[in-house]
């Protein structure tokens, strides 16, 4: 599945305060910053999207494993 990127403009002071906010973390830009905070709000976003062969591969865990028939 693609995802089309959008562009989205912000004051130079919200990146400034960004920026400053996120220094010595994990997060290594500030459009990393704002898409972890949008998935954190939007948590359905993170829904995994698998493919045929790897939801049988998960089935065929889960039979062995006894959760499902």
Same mark, same amino acid.
């Given at each position: 599945?693609?995802?089309? !990127?959008?562009?989205?403009?912000?004051? =130079?002071?919200?990146?400034?305060?960004?920026? *400053?906010?996120? $220094?010595?973390?994990?997060?290594?830009?500030?459009?990393?910053?704002?898409?972890? !905070?949008?998935?954190?709000?939007?948590? =359905?976003?993170?829904?995994?999207?698998?493919? *045929?062969?790897? $939801?049988?591969?998960?089935?065929?865990?889960?039979?062995?494993?006894?959760?499902?028939?």
């Amino acid at each position: 599945m693609s995802t089309r !990127l959008l562009q989205i403009k912000l004051s =130079e002071d919200i990146i400034k305060k960004i920026q *400053a906010d996120i $220094e010595g973390t994990s997060l290594k830009s500030v459009e990393n910053f704002i898409e972890t !905070l949008v998935r954190q709000r939007f948590p =359905e976003l993170e829904q995994p999207v698998y493919s *045929a062969e790897e $939801e049988e591969i998960i089935r065929e865990r889960l039979r062995k494993l006894g959760y499902i028939d």
